[in-house]
């Protein structure tokens, strides 16, 4: 079973995946997407850009379902590719929309749980995490991943999705162990 780490820039998913982890002693993988952009010098705007990320999210996707992975925890997925998709003009919410249908229709979020993390930092210092700073405390990030969770949530796919309000203290931490 994978378990994906979803939600807004700057809303702690990937303190929180480490966290879930170690509490559940599973592998967490988190795919060096700003690396690989920035070597094959991909364009943020380009449909090549988002066919690249969507290819990554198909594959784990379906080895999953396939029953041919581990449990793993996978920071960051399907939702974050299309957001960003449409975030950055490679694809139209419309195209999103159909894309990520047609994965639910195909079983390939079977065997998933998502865990979508909301919360702001309030850690405000820039961080100079990577190319997209400068989408740091944008609410379109938020509001475009909450309808495409939406569209999963109001589907009869076979997928759990967890929600998690991330207030950056021990009280979240020890929620994850009751998930």
């Not at 997209?132 to 969770?149: A, C, P, V």
């Amino acid at each position: 079973m994978v378990k994906i780490f979803e939600g807004p820039r700057n809303s702690g998913k990937t303190f929180l995946a480490r966290k879930y982890s170690d509490l559940k002693n599973l592998p967490i993988y988190k795919f060096d997407f700003v690396g690989w952009f920035n070597r094959l010098e991909l364009d943020d705007s380009s449909r090549e850009t988002h066919t690249f990320a969507l290819g990554k999210e198909l594959m784990l996707l379906q080895l999953n379902r396939d029953g041919l992975l581990p449990d793993f925890i996978l920071d960051r997925g399907i939702l974050t590719v299309l957001t960003w998709g449409i975030l950055s003009g490679r694809i139209t919410e419309e195209y999103a929309t159909k894309q990520l249908q047609m994965i639910g229709e195909l079983g390939l979020l079977d065997n998933c749980e998502i865990y979508f993390v909301t919360g702001s930092n309030p850690n405000s210092d820039p961080r100079n995490k990577d190319n997209w700073d400068f989408r740091d405390g944008d609410n379109k990030e938020f509001e475009i991943m909450e309808t495409l969770r939406d569209i999963i949530c109001n589907q009869p796919y076979n997928v759990e999705v967890n929600f998690i309000h991330n207030k950056f203290d021990e009280s979240t931490v020890n929620k994850l162990d009751t998930i």
